[in-house]
């Protein structure tokens, strides 16, 4: 079974300091995985994604994440947060073998940029 | 529009009602995937459709839930028998397909059973 889990219900930052959001998970196989944010009465946006390849993936809004499969970690990371990053941020993960298309989503982290 | 269209984006009903929820997904796009996020939760997996398999159900709470897609387009989801803990924001989301894409999401449908 796969899983995912984001152990911060909170992050709390001021602006123009790195900012990391914190993701684990747990596949039978090498995963997909996926950073997704949640605006304030908006949808969920795709931010980016781990397919294979390199371990450092951009995105959008300027964040990255990095692989780690020794970890099995998939940390969200910006070098100098906005307050306009405030938002619920969720991880998600696939696993290939098992389940091409369902994804397994966290319970979220909510991220505060402080001006 | 381009995006993933849902309907209606707010619903109040009453315990015992049945209630339909409906996503026009992007166009193209094979893969449509509903979850539920309750207050303070996370999103839940209901049920997923590609292409023409059958869909996977797993995620579906109860037999008072289910969905179709007519026509590899747009789905419908029905709760009967709506209970209080039904309540939550119904979110549909599509996809081209296959494991590596990401998903595209509407926004929401707030349901709120009194």
């Known amino acids: 079974a796969q899983s995912v889990a984001q152990p911060e219900d909170q992050v709390n930052v001021a602006e123009g300091n790195p900012l990391t959001v914190k993701c684990t998970y747990s596949?039978?196989?090498?995963?997909?995985l996926f950073w997704y944010v949640q605006y304030p009465n908006r949808g969920l946006q795709f931010l980016l994604k781990?397919?294979?390849?390199?371990?450092l993936v951009k995105g959008s809004y300027g964040f990255e994440a990095e692989f780690n499969k020794s970890q099995t970690s998939f940390h969200l990371k910006k070098p100098s947060a906005l307050v306009s990053d405030s938002a619920l941020y969720f991880c998600?993960?696939?696993?290939?073998?098992?389940?091409?298309?369902?994804?397994?989503f966290g319970d979220g982290t909510t991220l505060t940029v402080k001006p | 529009g381009a995006g993933v269209s849902q309907s209606p984006s707010n619903k109040v009903t009453e315990k015992g009602k049945d209630v339909e929820l409906r996503c026009d997904p992007i166009?193209?796009?094979?893969?449509l995937y509903w979850y539920r996020q309750s207050l303070g939760q996370g999103l839940e997996f209901l049920i997923y459709?590609?292409?023409?398999?059958?869909?996977?159900k797993s995620g579906l709470p109860s037999d008072r839930f289910s969905a179709e897609r007519t026509g590899g387009s747009v789905s419908t989801l029905t709760i009967q028998r709506t209970q209080q803990e039904d309540s939550a924001v119904y979110l549909c989301?599509?996809?081209?397909?296959?494991?590596?894409?990401?998903?595209?999401f509407g926004q929401g449908t707030r349901l709120t059973v009194v």
């Open positions: 781990y397919i294979t390849g390199d371990n």
């Open positions: 596949v039978s196989g090498n995963p997909y």
């Open positions: 459709f590609q292409g023409n398999s059958a869909p996977d």
């Open positions: 989301a599509s996809s081209l397909g296959g494991g590596t894409t990401e998903a595209f």
């Open positions: 166009s193209g796009h094979t893969a």
């Open positions: 998600a993960v696939r696993d290939p073998n098992t389940n091409a298309g369902k994804s397994t």
